[in-house]
């Protein structure tokens, strides 16, 4: 008896997630018994049942920020127990496999549905970063890299820019890992919160611009949003990172200055640097030709395999957060959001606070349903703004595998203050120096002819004419 009292008083986080979660649907259940009519059967006070399980989860998250994993576990399986049990039909096998023939989504990137890629291409990059992260500790450059950083405050400004550039081409989860380990190496094991927030704001805002820099902006690439259709959120992003390479650069030369020296007889192991390079290159190239980078990360690591050990360690220490971030993912894929705000600047400086709370890829993906997004702005949204919680982006959960401490929602959010100013500020550099250019993707809810947006160009292609400022010319 003491030690079951002893696992709730050590578990207290998770006894309350479980009972709260498991208790939510029966009241749900109670109240259609009660006489609330179909239409309402599955809500409380007018809120989707799976939305409040989910505020839950995320609540529990923030409270119980050590024991993380398990409130993720239990709160993706009371939103799958209650989509089971509570909702009639719901199409499991759909939803994560879609119709398509699983042969054919592997053989053609196009036939791809469903949210399994996602989720296994997210499980891929998370575990084989955290391989890249330590053969990159392990093969000395971090350990130079102090003779080549300024001394003062400058050095980690300078880290930070230098996330910032290398995010610009690779996936943002990598430029993270390597800038933390960076940071592990230069400033001795002490690396304040706020700099750790700064880091994974730097490499989010380098993606932010790029179609090979972000998942989100990839998938609007693979949607028909044009690359240079995203390229002005570089306006917002760069306005983003100096504020926050600013105020976390100082805040880490408060907390540990930057190493004056680089160590003494320091060999770069060339070898291992190779892998590193091979690694980041194949997560390029599968990315632009088959969508799935981690399908490159994972065949660069094992040829390096064959000339190097490979720090395999490291899975077991990545796999709890990479599940935790999955179970999330998941658990927002199933959210009833089949329709957002009309397109609208307004719209998107919202979901760039919604998405450091709700994940990136399904918000994505509604906007491109729903089309006439300013892309650049919604990708900086979408993007930079998963930074402002640590649980908020990939890269911040792959971060504090390397950071436990920043788990901490409250010391990210107060520590951590700036990022938020930098997203504000950010979102609107960009909409005064640029405004809001909506723009079209291959994809309408309805028939182009039938669009109801204003000056839609898919529309007037479609009718054969070319709105022209108030009027209109027939093509011939």
């Given at each position: 008896?003491?030690?079951?009292?002893?696992?709730?008083?050590?578990?207290?986080?998770?006894?309350?997630?479980?009972?709260?979660?498991?208790?939510?649907?029966f009241?749900?259940?109670?109240?259609?018994?009660?006489?609330?009519?179909?239409?309402?059967?599955?809500?409380?006070?007018?809120?989707?049942?799976?939305?409040?399980?989910?505020?839950?989860?995320l609540?529990?998250v923030a409270?119980?920020?050590?024991?993380?994993?398990?409130?993720?576990?239990?709160?993706?399986?009371?939103?799958?127990?209650?989509?089971?049990?509570?909702?009639?039909?719901?199409?499991?096998?759909?939803?994560f496999?879609?119709?398509?023939?699983?042969?054919?989504?592997?053989?053609d990137?196009?036939?791809?549905q469903?949210?399994?890629?996602?989720?296994?291409?997210?499980?891929?990059?998370l575990?084989?970063?955290?391989?890249?992260?330590?053969?990159?500790?392990?093969?000395?450059?971090?350990?130079?890299?102090p003779?080549?950083?300024?001394?003062?405050?400058?050095?980690?400004?300078?880290?930070?820019?230098?996330?910032?550039?290398?995010?610009?081409?690779?996936?943002?989860?990598?430029?993270?890992?390597?800038?933390?380990?960076?940071?592990?190496?230069?400033?001795?094991?002490?690396?304040?919160?706020?700099?750790?927030?700064?880091?994974v704001?730097?490499?989010?805002?380098?993606?932010?611009?790029?179609?090979?820099?972000?998942?989100t902006?990839?998938?609007?690439?693979?949607?028909?949003?044009?690359?240079?259709?995203?390229?002005?959120?570089?306006?917002?992003?760069?306005?983003?990172?100096?504020?926050?390479?600013?105020?976390?650069?100082?805040?880490?030369?408060?907390?540990?200055?930057?190493?004056?020296?680089?160590?003494?007889?320091?060999?770069?192991?060339?070898?291992?640097?190779?892998?590193?390079?091979?690694?980041?290159?194949?997560?390029?190239?599968?990315?632009?030709?088959?969508?799935?980078?981690?399908?490159?990360?994972?065949?660069?690591?094992?040829?390096?395999a064959?000339?190097?050990?490979?720090?395999?360690?490291?899975?077991?220490?990545?796999?709890?957060?990479?599940?935790?971030?999955?179970?999330l993912?998941?658990?927002?894929?199933?959210?009833?959001?089949?329709?957002?705000p009309?397109?609208?600047?307004?719209?998107?400086?919202?979901?760039?606070?919604?998405?450091?709370?709700?994940?990136?890829?399904p918000?994505?993906?509604?906007?491109?349903?729903?089309?006439?997004?300013?892309?650049?702005?919604?990708?900086?949204?979408?993007?930079?703004?998963?930074?402002?919680?640590?649980?908020?982006?990939?890269?911040?959960?792959a971060?504090?595998?390397?950071?436990?401490?920043?788990?901490?929602?409250?010391?990210?959010?107060?520590?951590?203050?700036?990022?938020?100013?930098?997203?504000?500020?950010?979102?609107?550099?960009?909409?005064?120096?640029?405004?809001?250019?909506?723009?079209?993707?291959?994809?309408?809810?309805?028939?182009?002819?039938?669009?109801?947006?204003?000056?839609?160009?898919?529309?007037?292609?479609?009718?054969?004419?070319?709105?022209?400022?108030?009027?209109?010319?027939?093509?011939?």
């Amino acid at each position: 008896m003491k030690s079951l009292l002893q696992f709730f008083r050590n578990n207290l986080g998770i006894a309350l997630t479980a009972m709260f979660m498991f208790v939510i649907p029966f009241i749900a259940s109670a109240s259609t018994h009660a006489g609330v009519s179909g239409a309402e059967a599955f809500s409380i006070f007018g809120i989707r049942i799976e939305f409040i399980l989910f505020a839950l989860t995320l609540v529990s998250v923030a409270l119980f920020h050590k024991q993380t994993f398990w409130v993720a576990i239990i709160g993706l399986s009371a939103i799958v127990l209650y989509k089971l049990f509570f909702i009639s039909g719901y199409p499991f096998a759909e939803h994560f496999f879609g119709g398509n023939s699983l042969i054919d989504q592997f053989t053609d990137k196009h036939m791809r549905q469903g949210e399994w890629g996602i989720l296994l291409n997210l499980l891929g990059l998370l575990l084989g970063f955290a391989i890249l992260a330590k053969i990159f500790e392990d093969s000395g450059v971090p350990d130079i890299l102090p003779k080549y950083l300024p001394n003062d405050w400058k050095g980690p400004f300078v880290l930070l820019i230098f996330v910032f550039v290398l995010s610009s081409f690779l996936d943002n989860i990598a430029a993270a890992m390597i800038g933390g380990t960076i940071a592990l190496v230069v400033f001795k094991n002490k690396v304040h919160i706020g700099y750790i927030a700064g880091i994974v704001a730097a490499s989010n805002a380098g993606g932010a611009g790029s179609v090979v820099g972000d998942t989100t902006t990839t998938m609007m690439w693979i949607d028909g949003v044009s690359a240079f259709n995203v390229l002005h959120a570089f306006i917002a992003a760069g306005a983003a990172l100096l504020i926050i390479a600013w105020f976390a650069a100082r805040q880490q030369d408060k907390f540990q200055p930057i190493t004056a020296e680089a160590k003494q007889g320091v060999k770069v192991d060339w070898g291992r640097l190779f892998i590193v390079l091979l690694i980041l290159t194949g997560a390029i190239v599968s990315n632009v030709y088959y969508d799935m980078p981690a399908l490159g990360v994972w065949i660069a690591i094992l040829i390096g395999a064959t000339f190097r050990k490979m720090p395999w360690h490291e899975i077991g220490t990545s796999i709890k957060g990479s599940i935790f971030l999955m179970s999330l993912v998941t658990a927002a894929s199933m959210m009833p959001v089949e329709t957002l705000p009309d397109a609208s600047w307004v719209t998107a400086f919202i979901l760039g606070f919604v998405s450091a709370v709700f994940d990136n890829i399904p918000l994505t993906k509604l906007c491109l349903q729903q089309g006439h997004y300013d892309w650049g702005m919604l990708a900086y949204a979408v993007g930079f703004g998963g930074s402002m919680i640590w649980f908020g982006s990939s890269a911040g959960v792959a971060i504090t595998n390397k950071f436990p401490e920043a788990r901490n929602v409250l010391l990210w959010i107060r520590q951590g203050w700036h990022v938020i100013l930098a997203y504000i500020v950010g979102f609107f550099v960009l909409f005064f120096a640029w405004g809001w250019e909506a723009e079209d993707n291959k994809e309408h809810k309805e028939p182009a002819q039938n669009c109801p947006v204003e000056n839609c160009k898919a529309k007037a292609h479609a009718l054969g004419t070319i709105a022209v400022s108030d009027s209109t010319v027939v093509v011939e």
